[in-house]
């Protein structure tokens, strides 16, 4: 079974990653790019800017151009597509909420020292981001 979900690559004025540290499985305790499932009914980018609320208090604007895509396997054979969307942040004050256990701004170095999720590094390089 394949499960959509979104996640949100936003960036402070300082170029610093907005990051969640989860605190439910999948990946407890590992630090990520926050983000969750897509609801029935619920197009990719009202998921960003709904995720990104729950997860870190913030309210964002979300590009509508995917930034990349990646799979990852969940428990009994699921495998996660999750797809990922710059947002700008419009307003809120950041604070963990949902299933992050902790949220901050982290630079490139700092999130390489980071305990992250598997692949995390490799993707955002990938990407550019790092």
Do not use: F, K
């Not at 630079?107 to 993707?123: H, I, K, N, Y």
Request: glycine fraction near 16%; charged fraction near 25%; include cysteine.
């Amino acid at each position: 079974m394949r499960v959509r979900c979104v996640g949100g690559i936003v960036r402070d004025e300082g170029g610093r990653l907005l990051m969640v540290r989860r605190g439910r499985p999948p990946s407890v305790g590992l630090w990520s790019v926050p983000g969750g499932r897509v609801e029935p009914g619920e197009d990719d980018v009202s998921a960003v800017a709904r995720e990104l609320r729950e997860e870190t208090g913030l309210e964002v604007s979300v590009a509508d151009v995917e930034v990349g895509m990646v799979e990852r396997p969940g428990p009994g054979g699921v495998i996660y597509e999750i797809h990922d969307y710059a947002a700008t942040v419009t307003g809120g004050t950041p604070r963990a909420g949902d299933d992050a256990a902790e949220v901050r701004w982290v630079s490139a170095a700092e999130l390489r020292e980071l305990p992250v999720t598997p692949g995390l590094l490799d993707v955002l390089a990938g990407w550019g981001l790092l």
